[in-house]
């Protein structure tokens, strides 16, 4: 009953980090763009921030490896996580209310907080996924857990987004204050208590730890990261995979819109059903599918269901069949929920007792580069192929699409050479644990 409640009670830390990100990503996005009126790019950049600082959680993984707070590796970090997060975010939106100019000390100090909140995000979401990783043994019970709590997210996601929209009815600046104050305020309380009491702590975490912060940071990385060749085809093959399936998540609604002519409710209903597709899968794939296919066949599967369904959606714009875009839609939230699913618990599977907060990390940074290339590579595609044909909407983002089917090609065939037992941080931690393998419990226990 304790393990239960405390699972529970854990899902209380991806909540809040989604709705700290409906908070510093739509709502400021909508702000600066039509409520102040300032430039999309300079929006653009401001939510970009978070994703530009990613490869810190590198660094922040492997202190909340070696470097144990008050005798607890995850805890403390998730904690100080939550509040950098709250904090940065709150303080950006209020920022970006009260600047009015360009070039001011307002829009500076707005920067440096979306910078804060950004290494808050990511050092909370890098070491929940270690902690994932030290509370679940490995195998199908750490790849469910995973991949259930990412469903948590994006329920989270779903109706954080409606409650912020009603809190913001009828809009003011003051309100908007009021909100993000609240908001910002709940995520460290609902944080700090989902932390609490979930470490495990026994002999074999404080020797991994201790074994971790034996070697210092750069040495480990370069030795067991990027000199190793399993490694790096994993993180090559996030990157690409994220590549290829985010790029539509900026281009569908103005494809919809430019091509099929539809009004912004109706290209809204799309990232709906896509949506929908994807939380099926990934609760599917966490409940069952990760045991029944594994995790080489599950990913194949989304992938063929994504390569299959990219051309459908370009032959849906060419018959201007809107229930056949819609359709489609739908499949291809299927498809990544799949796809996610299986590389979630990949990266799981690729972390190790000492060392799951710097590959967590790693793995991190490869997710966050996939869809920041994703954006940029896709707009600049749609832009230049719309000036090259003097403005054919549907082959400017059918190439687009095309390019991202390609991408998943690759993805499909590297997949195939990945053999993540032969990762050398793996083999390392094995050697390492057979002379103490009798002091590790069969089933991690909650703390």
Known sequence: MKRAINLIRLAGLP????????????????????????????????????????????????????????????EPYLILGALL????????????????????????????TLIVYGVGRNLANNTFQALLAD???????????????????????????????????????????????VIGGLVVVFSTIAAIGQEPRNEVTRQAAAAARSVPFWPTFKTLLWNDPTARLFFVIVTITLLGTQMQDVLL???AGLVFGLDVSATTQLTMFWGIGTLISILLSGIILIKWLGLLRLFRVGIVILLVLFPMLVLAGAWQNVLMLQLTVLGLGLGTG???AS???????????????????????????????????????????????????????????????????????LIG??????????????????????????????G
């Open 135 to 181: 509370m679940f043994a490995p195998g199908a019970p750490r790849s469910r857990a995973a991949n259930l709590y990412e469903v948590v997210k994006m329920i989270g996601l779903i109706i954080g987004a409606g409650l912020v929209s009603q809190a913001l009815r009828p809009y003011s600046a003051e309100r908007l204050t009021a909100v993000v104050l």
């Open 15 to 74: 909540l809040s980090l989604t709705l700290i990100t409906i908070l510093a990503g739509s709502v400021i996005n909508r702000v600066m763009v039509v409520e102040l009126g300032l430039p999309v790019t300079l929006a653009s950049l401001f939510i970009a921030i978070p994703l530009l600082v990613a490869p810190v959680r590198i660094w922040l993984g492997y202190l909340s490896d070696a470097y144990p707070l008050w005798g607890r590796r995850r």
């Open 417 to 446: 050479r990945l053999h993540i037992e032969n990762a050398e941080a793996l083999q390392q931690e094995q050697r390492e644990a057979r002379p103490v393998a009798s002091a590790q419990p069969a089933q991690p226990v909650l």
């Open 338 to 340: 799949l796809s996610a």
């Open 253 to 255: 609604e103005p494809y």
């Open 85 to 112: 997060s709250g904090v940065g975010a709150a303080a950006a939106v209020i920022l970006v209310l009260n600047t009015t100019e360009l070039l001011s000390i307002g829009a500076v100090a707005t920067l440096v």
């Open 343 to 413: 590389l979630l618990a990949y990266m799981v599977q690729f972390t190790t007792l000492k060392r799951a907060g710097l590959m967590v990390g790693v793995w991190g940074v490869g997710h966050q580069l996939g869809r920041a290339l994703a954006s940029l590579i896709g707009g600049v595609l749609v832009d230049g192929m719309k000036w090259v044909t003097g403005g054919d909407y549907l082959v400017a983002y059918g190439t687009a699409f095309m390019l991202e089917a390609l991408l998943l090609l690759v993805s499909l065939v």
